[in-house]
């Protein structure tokens, strides 16, 4: 593979900036790992000098996440204050152009679609850019450190702000880039929210067949919904996993 610039000037953040339930959950077995190691391999496979980070709350009840970074070589960010305060810190530690973000919650986001968020915006000097209209959990979105830095000086205040402040395309040049017609499908969740999310991705990762490293293709989880709209909630505990507001 070609190596690019923003190959080497991007890094890759894995947020768990969640609610302590979920990234608990987050902790769970999926496939050969957990979920959060998956969602670190997926970010990794987007190319191969990917620099993928986790960022967790330095609070008691995440401290779950930092020791299985340390057991499994991932590497981890505490940080202090808000989300926004740590990827910035995280930006600067890492002089990093841009910031690709995703969540641990999305064991399923797509290496391919991050991929296509981040070259978008070091080619269009936007703000940030996205890929739209996928399953939802499995986007990521990219930052330029400028908008960081702008969003943290205009919002760093608020002890609760994170990355939505960037998505403001009254004040940020916001990038929403098309899916591919085959992975377009807002209508499915693939985010783990809930317990049920959970059941239902660790469903897929034992009914479908995992890659050679052990990676559950986005094609095949969008095709086996489609066929079987049953699983919703055969496997999830009766939790809806198609998204009411995009359905």
């Given at each position: 593979?070609?190596?690019?610039?923003?190959?080497?000037?991007?890094?890759?953040?894995?947020?768990?900036?969640?609610?302590?339930?979920?990234?608990?959950?987050?902790?769970?077995?999926?496939?050969?790992?957990?979920?959060?190691?998956?969602?670190?391999?997926?970010?990794?496979?987007?190319?191969?000098?990917?620099?993928?980070?986790?960022?967790?709350?330095?609070?008691?009840?995440?401290?779950?996440?930092?020791?299985?970074?340390?057991?499994?070589?991932?590497?981890?960010?505490?940080?202090?204050?808000?989300?926004?305060?740590?990827?910035?810190?995280?930006?600067?530690?890492?002089?990093?152009?841009?910031?690709?973000?995703?969540?641990?919650?999305?064991?399923?986001?797509?290496?391919?679609?991050?991929?296509?968020?981040?070259?978008?915006?070091?080619?269009?000097?936007?703000?940030?850019?996205?890929?739209?209209?996928?399953?939802?959990?499995?986007?990521?979105?990219?930052?330029?450190?400028?908008?960081?830095?702008?969003?943290?000086?205009?919002?760093?205040?608020?002890?609760k702000a994170n990355s939505s402040v960037l998505l403001?395309?009254?004040?940020?040049?916001?990038?929403?880039?098309?899916?591919?017609?085959?992975?377009?499908?807002?209508?499915?969740?693939?985010?783990?929210?809930?317990?049920?999310?959970?059941?239902?991705?660790?469903?897929?990762?034992?009914t479908l067949e995992l890659d050679e490293n052990g990676?559950?293709?986005?094609?095949?989880?969008?095709?086996?919904?489609?066929?079987?709209?049953?699983?919703?909630?055969?496997?999830?505990?009766?939790?809806?996993?198609?998204?009411?507001?995009?359905?």
């Open positions: 593979m070609e190596e690019h610039g923003w190959m080497t000037d991007t890094q890759i953040i894995v947020s768990a900036y969640l609610n302590p339930f979920v990234a608990q959950l987050c902790l769970l077995p999926l496939g050969e790992t957990t979920v959060l190691e998956q969602v670190a391999a997926r970010c990794r496979a987007a190319w191969p000098c990917a620099r993928v980070s986790v960022l967790t709350p330095a609070k008691p009840a995440y401290l779950g996440v930092s020791r299985l970074c340390e057991r499994a070589g991932l590497k981890v960010h505490s940080c202090e204050g808000s989300e926004l305060d740590g990827l910035l810190e995280t930006a600067w530690t890492e002089q990093a152009e841009i910031t690709a973000l995703v969540r641990c919650s999305q064991p399923l986001v797509d290496p391919g679609m991050l991929k296509a968020a981040v070259s978008y915006l070091d080619e269009s000097g936007m703000d940030c850019s996205t890929v739209q209209q996928l399953p939802a959990g499995t986007a990521a979105t990219a930052f330029s450190l400028e908008a960081l830095s702008l969003a943290h000086f205009e919002y760093g205040a608020d002890p403001n395309r009254d004040r940020f040049e916001c990038a929403a880039l098309p899916a591919p017609p085959r992975l377009s499908t807002p209508y499915i969740n693939l985010e783990i929210e809930c317990e049920g999310d959970y059941w239902l991705l660790k469903h897929l990762y034992e990676v559950l293709k986005l094609d095949a989880a969008i095709g086996y919904l489609r066929a079987h709209p049953d699983a919703y909630f055969e496997h999830s505990g009766g939790y809806a996993v198609v998204r009411e507001d995009a359905a």
